[in-house]
């Protein structure tokens, strides 16, 4: 039993103060999706296939674009070959410390070999197909954090694993038309870690209508909720050669920063190569 109500957790999420859910408990699957945060810190034990496999079950329960369940994850337990993805995301030192490794992929293979086995075209091999296969693979990674989550587990998307994505492809023997959208880090967490403030529904929520009437000064205002809850100190600051150190670094800060170099490039020559039309 807790005191806290949805309201509660609502206002930790964004940082605003709210009404909505004050009668109602902090329980149940809403407490869960609000309460949710990344872990990158996790406690040596192994994750047990079945808990592994009773997460995924429900990650496969999402739904699908047109029922075609485009989503496939790759289990990555070869020490060899995780090593290898450990290598090559050497930025995030915190991977090889997750006890299980798993690649979430977009996957229009399965409906070819179908295309081929029932002796009808397909025409469809267009943006939209890979679009399809994107969601689906979206979907179906964020539902396994919800499962992990209710299962005990910690976890955090990788998607550092697109910086070598041709690498990572031939390394799980990607066929054709199917492509890594992300990676995933799962463990039991040895920290509680933190809730991450999200931005303000007045940003994200339109009714009837696009507005981005109040953007940047919305955006303001996040910046400073955000640094009074979790500042970030200057040696983490971005690209201080090409833009120095900002005496106020706040979240657009750093995404605009994180945004100013070209990042890869390569995705559409690769996803030609995977046989994905792009047009
Ligand atoms: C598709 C996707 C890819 C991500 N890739 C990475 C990554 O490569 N490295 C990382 O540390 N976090 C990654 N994340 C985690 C986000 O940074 C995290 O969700 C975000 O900062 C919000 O924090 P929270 O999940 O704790 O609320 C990714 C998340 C998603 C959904």
Redesign the pocket.
């Known amino acids: 039993m807790t005191d806290k109500t949805i309201a509660d957790l609502i206002e930790d999420r964004f940082g605003l103060p709210t009404e909505d859910g004050r009668g109602m408990p902090a329980e149940g699957e809403i407490s869960a999706l609000l309460t ?3 872990h ?1 810190r996790f406690k040596p034990d192994a994750v047990p296939d079945e808990v592994l496999r009773i997460a995924l079950a429900g990650a496969f329960s999402a739904p699908a674009k047109s029922d075609l369940q485009q989503g496939t994850v790759i289990i990555v337990k070869d020490p060899a070959v995780r090593a290898k993805i450990d290598a090559m995301v050497g930025s ?1 030192d915190w991977i090889p410390n997750a006890p299980a490794f798993l690649v979430f992929c977009g996957d229009n293979h399965r409906m070819r070999l179908i295309a081929e086995a029932r002796g009808t075209p397909y025409p469809n091999g267009h943006l939209d197909s890979f679009l399809n296969c994107a969601g689906d693979a979206a979907i179906v ?1 964020a539902t396994f954090v919800r499962a992990a989550e209710a299962m005990g587990l910690g976890c ?5 694993i697109r910086d070598k994505i041709e690498e990572v492809s031939d390394l799980l023997q990607l066929p054709d038309h199917v492509f890594p959208f ?1 990676g995933m880090g799962v463990g039991y967490p040895s920290t509680a870690g933190h809730i ?1 403030l999200r931005l303000p529904p007045a940003l994200n929520v339109h009714t009837d209508r696009y507005n981005d009437e109040n953007v940047i000064k919305e955006i303001d205002a996040y910046d400073r909720r955000r640094d009074a809850r979790h500042a970030t100190p200057p040696e983490k600051q971005r690209m201080t050669k090409e833009f120095g150190v900002a005496e106020f670094y706040g979240w657009s800060e750093d995404k605009a920063r994180q945004y100013a170099t070209p990042q890869r490039k390569q995705l559409a020559a690769f996803l030609k190569s995977k046989g994905f039309g792009l047009d």
């Open positions: 949710h945060r990344s990158r995030q990674l955090c998307p990788v998607s550092v992300a991450s």
